[in-house]
DNA sequence: TCTTGACCTTATACCAAATATAACCTTTAT
DNA sequence: ATAAAGGTTATATTTGGTATAAGGTCAAGA
């Protein structure tokens, strides 16, 4: 019987010797004898049950857990926790797909934001369909501050984490103006809204924003909205347009990148039009 | 200025006052401001930075390179940073898909033991298409015992390291011997093989075994091989048939359930046949 | 004004699953 | 004989927190 020691056990299993002594003192997998030197010798034939060590590690299943399953040397108990595995890296995909989505969607953010024209920028914009979630804090931003913005995506965020949705970063949040008040210069808006993929949340949670022309305006001051907006409204009506749904405060890049401590924002002021 | 205590913030932000006093600690992320009383005081603002500390935590960045990062303020090693992580979620979303498979696998190796025929039984099955990833260990199983075949497995183990395979359970790995030895009945065999999905490995590095009808002996015991061969070599002339194909010697399960430290196996010796 | 309870502070220990180090012993090859 | 390689133990470090103890602060009610 060939007896091997511990770094033999090591290099032919793929494994690190300290993992091996370690394995050893919490009773996971130990040596099939000790020498009177105190070295432990390994038999090849183990090699079966660290690969299924491995293999559950490989699972994620925690050592305390295998060494119970082991121990218990039931193999329906065996069978259904690699049952519940198969149920948990199901889920771990769905939630790497999300993941990938987001990172996307916040590079894409980055990109949008070098890419930006300048601040005071009018111009028209042809833009696809949106979904977004929507929050109505019933409270009016454009009677509070900056402060206040802030705490609204707090609720936002509550209200994400109630609905069970993965925490978007807020990279594409802002608020939603009606027609009728944007068209009468009522500056009041009580609905925070985040852009969102269709494939990741219910369509039920969803609002669609048309696809369509917008007239925009980019800003790059969360205080300059008020009088951008009225440039924007004379903007539609100098190039004869008129406007044909909801005005839109996108904050396309929010970054805090300055040491102010708050969010660098830039924002697209946005609201569809038709020729009139 | 709204101030906030730690109290406050955490629950605004979904954190534990516990992780906001530890990124206090290391520097992560501090109050605005602390009382006189040593109490921490967040400024609502502050919540824009523990977003993207929030947003890069949740992408598996360590505390330590999020710091890092936002220390360098620097947008563009953000982004790459972003990159980097799309990579990763990549290559984790293709390791997650191959163990998923390997889970079915697995659990299809439980219950195929469950349902296999008793020890001794002869019997012809249709058997699909299948692919194998062979190594050549160049020494004859049959020369040696069960200690060998346990060495030679972990030579396969080594090729599949270096192959960059997944490192697959092995609940169905077996051996090849030539359809020329088997009908000499001369005991040759230096090939060892797992069964692998075509998805997931190269097919430059698999050998396709055909589908067809296999003459199949099930076994209990690695020593009673070479016994059974004969068993089924007989059948199959009985039967009037004619072998077609190499002989493979394959482990349907292969779970170390005793207390003998060796593994638990099960055969399924087999052997493609046409009518002669 | 006192007390109570909620909330804050720090320091310390704990968790998994290793990895790293120090201090020391054994084996093997030159 | 000596040195290198490899073995032993015990202890510390890592990461991203959570848990606990011992104590300080604050606001409300009696």
């Known amino acids: 019987m060939q007896q091997l020691t511990v770094g033999q056990m090591a290099k032919l299993n793929h494994i690190s010797e300290q993992t091996l002594r370690l394995y050893d003192r919490i009773?996971?997998?130990?040596?099939a004898h000790r020498g009177e030197n105190g070295y432990r010798y390994y038999d090849i034939k183990?090699?079966?049950?660290?690969?299924?060590?491995?293999?559950?590690?490989?699972?994620?299943?925690?050592?305390?857990d295998i060494k119970k399953q082991l121990e218990g040397r039931d193999l329906t108990m065996i069978e259904s926790a690699l049952r519940e595995k198969q149920?948990?890296?199901?889920?771990?995909?769905?939630?790497?797909?999300?993941?990938?989505?987001?990172?996307?969607?916040?590079?894409?953010?980055f990109s949008r934001y070098r890419s930006a024209p300048p601040d005071g920028t009018l111009q028209m914009e042809y833009i696809g369909q949106r979904q977004m979630y929507v929050v109505d804090t019933r409270v009016n931003f454009y009677d509070y501050d900056f402060e206040h913005y802030e705490n609204s995506l707090r609720r936002l965020q509550d209200s994400l984490v109630k609905d069970d949705l993965p925490q978007i970063y807020?990279?594409?949040a802002g608020t939603i103006l009606n027609r009728e008040n944007f068209l009468a210069c009522k500056f009041y808006s009580t609905r925070l809204f985040v852009f969102v993929d269709r494939e990741f949340v219910p369509e039920s949670?969803?609002?669609?924003?048309?696809?369509?022309?917008?007239?925009?305006?980019?800003?790059?001051?969360?205080?300059k909205e008020k009088a951008y907006i009225s440039r924007l409204r004379a903007y539609i009506n100098e190039i004869g347009y008129e406007v044909c749904g909801d005005y839109i405060c996108e904050s396309i890049a929010d970054i805090p990148v300055a040491k102010t401590d708050s969010r660098g924002m830039y924002l697209r002021l946005q609201v569809p039009v038709r020729f009139r």
Request: proline share 3%.
């Open 87 to 109: 149920r948990q890296t199901e889920e771990e995909i769905k939630r790497l797909k999300t993941q990938r989505r987001a990172l996307e969607r916040t590079i894409e953010s």
């Open 205 to 223: 949670l969803t609002t669609t924003v048309p696809a369509g022309n917008y007239a925009c305006i980019y800003c790059d001051d969360f205080y």
């Open 170 to 172: 807020f990279c594409n």
């Open 46 to 64: 183990q090699s079966a049950l660290l690969d299924i060590i491995q293999y559950m590690k490989s699972l994620g299943i925690s050592l305390k």
């Open 27 to 31: 009773g996971l997998f130990s040596p």
